[in-house]
């Protein structure tokens, strides 16, 4: 039976919600919907998602009543958590059916396939199932003081401390991917890594695997990886820089209650 409510984005991070209850769940038979759907840029409606899901372009205004916030947004809001599977879901969703238009064997125009939450290629009959990234993020502390290893990135978010993290390489498993990735980007060698939460990311496409560690002596020097990283330091947990906002999974690994970390 089709879902009586569907998901609309804006551009590749944006979500509408309505203004009353802040849900994302906009009827199928509402007049909002009956506007929006046929300005949608890219749509789908199968068995990979449990409601419809339509993206409009970055310029469309919300409709009355309604306003578009950042899916991320929705972390930071305990009464959101039961919708924030459907709402990655969909998004994640979204951004791989756009990089997916054409079968990788034979180029031919995928289709969506009635039946499985997957592409069909009506050619050469492969099916293409939605495909996700692994990636460790991973909150670093020292023994000795308590004090947590920040870093500032090259490439994104320039002006905040975060956390490192890195993509799991073909062939590793994601324990060693932690160890190696502070390796590289910091030369710390760590005494201990333990897997604390996962969480699916879509932006576009992350599944995240928060883990916390243990920085083995010696602590200093710490050595940032140039192409990578702009700085990486040492912080108490009572003196943080400024760091990304509530609702990243970084702000969540990092403001840790004491009893977990
Ligand atoms: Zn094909």
Avoid at 227 to 244: G, K, R
Wanted: proline letters at 14%.
């Amino acid at each position: 039976m089709p879902s009586p409510f569907a998901l609309f984005f804006r551009g590749k991070a944006e979500v509408l919600l309505r203004d009353d209850d802040a849900s994302p769940f906009i009827p199928v038979d509402s007049p909002v919907a009956a506007r929006l759907v046929p300005k949608a840029a890219l749509a789908y409606a199968g068995p990979a998602l449990p409601h419809p899901a339509y993206r409009l372009n970055p310029a469309e205004p919300a409709p009355a009543a309604h306003h578009f916030a950042h899916p991320r947004d929705l972390l930071a809001h305990p009464d959101s958590a039961p919708v924030v599977p459907d709402v990655f879901g969909a998004l994640g969703f979204l951004n791989w059916l756009s990089r997916h238009r054409y079968c990788g064997c034979c180029a031919a125009p995928l289709r969506p396939h009635p039946a499985e939450p997957a592409l069909h290629c009506p050619a050469c009959g492969r099916l293409f199932y939605p495909q996700m990234s692994p990636a460790v993020i991973v909150r670093v502390t020292r023994p000795d003081d308590g004090r947590i290893l920040l870093a500032r990135h090259c490439r994104r978010n320039q002006d905040v401390w975060t956390l490192l993290a890195g993509f799991v390489n073909l062939g590793e498993s994601a324990d060693q991917c932690v160890h190696r990735e502070i390796r590289e980007e910091t030369g710390l060698t760590l005494a201990s890594v333990r897997l604390l939460d996962t969480a699916y990311w879509p932006f576009p496409n992350s599944f995240m695997l928060a883990y916390v560690a243990t920085a083995a002596p010696p602590f200093e020097p710490l050595r940032p990886q140039p192409d990578e990283l702009l700085a990486a330091d040492w912080f108490p947990l009572d003196a943080l820089p400024a760091t990304l906002p509530p609702g990243s999974l970084a702000h969540r690994l990092i403001h840790l209650p004491p009893s977990v970390s």
